[in-house]
């Protein structure tokens, strides 16, 4: 049985289909969930998830809530053994910025547990904010037009985990999962796409999945940062901004650890931009 928090968001929608695919055992754990092998549960209330840790030996954790080290303890007394944590590119590159997730990172190795930490860059599943003005007027607004940040596939991002969560289990061939490597533990990927694209650049990937044009506006650093601001803390505001406009040769490096744990390349944003068009038309 696996424990995959976060279960209606990009990953973790991807990684139980995944998984469920390869008939493995799933619990899915999100605050607003229903149906059969799921918890409705908040991580930021670690006493409400000790009943989706029974009978599990392996978690899939999100950075989010205040308490890393009690959702540990509790999935460790129930008897999880792994942990496989989704954590941003920011806490290698920026650390004072992201610290929230350092704070995380530091508890799944502490944790007595064996523990994989994925560093995941930006989303394409980012470019969803554009849904509406893009379906409504066929506009999309960003800062930074014309700055490439090698964005990945969240689907990657859901197999990679799948590999890792998979990787010493006593099974056959997992569609999904690494063929070529035992074990991931004590391992921290950094997970990108197979090339920088710039927003201008992905809006055009999306006008073409659409076939028809999008008109693209570069927003000021002022007006992103007034948007953004409304639904993150401030630090955290001032560290996207600053990765997303000035960002160092690191982050915008592409990492070889998707094809390293997959065996395959990463997908483009032109990919997943077909594969969503519905979403924007």
């Keep these: 049985m696996i424990v995959v928090t976060g279960a209606t968001g990009n990953v973790g929608r991807a990684l139980v289909r995944m998984l469920t695919e390869d008939q493995v055992p799933v619990t899915a754990v999100a605050r607003h969930i229903s149906g059969p092998r799921t918890v409705a549960a908040d991580l930021a209330e670690p006493d409400g998830l000790r009943g989706a840790f029974e009978g599990a030996e392996a978690l899939f ?76 007027r066929r506009t999309a607004a960003a800062p930074f037009g014309d700055v490439g940040l090698p964005f990945v596939d969240p689907d990657d991002v859901a197999a990679v985990a799948a590999a890792v969560l998979l990787s010493d289990a006593n099974t056959t061939t997992h569609t999904h999962t690494d063929t070529h490597r035992t074990t991931h533990t004590g391992a921290t990927y950094t997970l990108t796409g197979p090339e920088p694209t710039t927003p201008r650049a992905r809006a055009a990937a999306i006008a073409s999945a659409l076939g028809e044009p999008v008109t693209f506006t570069e927003q000021t650093r002022a007006e992103a940062h007034e948007l953004m601001a409304r639904f993150m803390p401030l630090p955290v505001v001032e560290g996207t901004l600053a990765l997303l406009g000035e960002p160092t040769e690191e982050e915008q490096r592409v990492s070889p650890d998707v094809e390293r744990v997959l065996g395959r390349a990463p997908g483009t944003f032109a990919a997943w931009a077909e594969r969503n068009a519905a979403a924007f038309r």
């Design 61 to 136: 954790l999100l950075v989010a809530g205040e308490r890393p080290y009690d959702i540990l303890d509790a999935a460790k007394s129930a008897g999880v053994r792994k942990v496989v944590l989704l954590s941003s590119q920011g806490a290698g590159t920026r650390p004072e910025a992201y610290a929230h997730p350092r704070r995380f990172e530091a508890a799944v190795r502490e944790s007595g547990l064996d523990w994989t930490i994925l560093r995941s860059g930006g989303l394409d599943s980012n470019a969803f904010a554009w849904a509406e003005s893009i379906h409504a």
